[in-house]
């Protein structure tokens, strides 16, 4: 049986392209939908999340997920992302460094937990993390079928040292770009924040969407490329950076 979007509980942005906005930590997944393919981005805060995220997005998509991209390693976008078997899987370089490192898988679980997630489904998901097979340093054009392309780009380093953005061609233009984008709250500087450089990312994420595109934050609304280069001035502000 067909499905809307909105009956899933996702909003749909542009044709063949929707987002959901996750309970809890109020974390963005997107869905594009190609020929016989489908790209969902970021996997959620659990196995349990990441396993429902694939289910809905089979329905929408009306076949399975063929593609994972991961805008940065935070628990809340890739602790789901073993639900996703079969999936080839897309992270910015250096992300597969940090899922094969002990400390730094045991840094997710302890932030995971303390942030309210239950402790074993924090282990779980660490237990099963994957690095991605597919490492972008620059710009990858990924082509869905049907004529659907979309490219990932590396625009990092900003509110991690590996962040990657989504562009979904067409009109308007669709723009995923993680936690380098909060509408919903001050965006988050953790100990892995790059702040010197994030205001050159927000520059680099203006340029791949435009003017007229949307532009998905990792939390919160959908804004446009006003509020992107208000938060980049404020940033730099806030940081003290040009």
Do not use: K
Request: glycine share 12%; net charge negative; hydrophobic share 45%.
């Amino acid at each position: 049986m067909t499905v809307t979007w909105e009956e899933l509980g996702w909003e749909r942005v542009a044709d063949g392209t929707g987002r959901r906005r996750l309970p809890h930590w109020d974390c963005t997944a997107g869905l594009v939908v190609g020929a016989g393919t489908a790209l969902v981005i970021d996997a959620g805060s659990s196995l349990a999340e990441g396993t429902r995220l694939r289910t809905e997005a089979q329905r929408l998509a009306g076949h399975r997920v063929t593609h994972l991209a991961l805008t940065h390693p935070h628990f809340d976008h890739v602790f789901g992302a073993a639900a996703f078997a079969g999936a080839e899987v897309y992270g910015a370089v250096g992300v597969d460094a940090l899922f094969e490192a002990r400390h730094a898988r045991e840094e997710l679980r302890a932030d995971a937990v303390g942030h309210g997630l239950d402790e074993r489904a924090a282990e779980e998901a660490v237990d099963a993390l994957a690095a991605p097979r597919h490492h972008v340093s620059g710009e990858w054009t990924l082509d869905l079928g049907g004529g659907r392309q979309v490219l990932l780009a590396n625009v990092g380093p900003g509110h991690t040292a590996h962040d990657l953005a989504v562009l979904v061609p067409g009109s308007p233009e669709v723009v995923f770009c993680g936690d380098l984008v909060e509408e919903s709250g001050r965006p988050q500087a953790g100990s892995d924040a790059v702040p010197s450089h994030w205001p050159a990312a927000l520059d680099r994420l203006l340029d791949l969407g435009g003017e007229d595109a949307l532009y998905v934050p990792g939390h919160g609304a959908v804004v446009d490329a006003r509020f992107v280069r208000a938060q980049r001035d404020e940033l730099a502000a806030r940081f003290g950076v040009s």
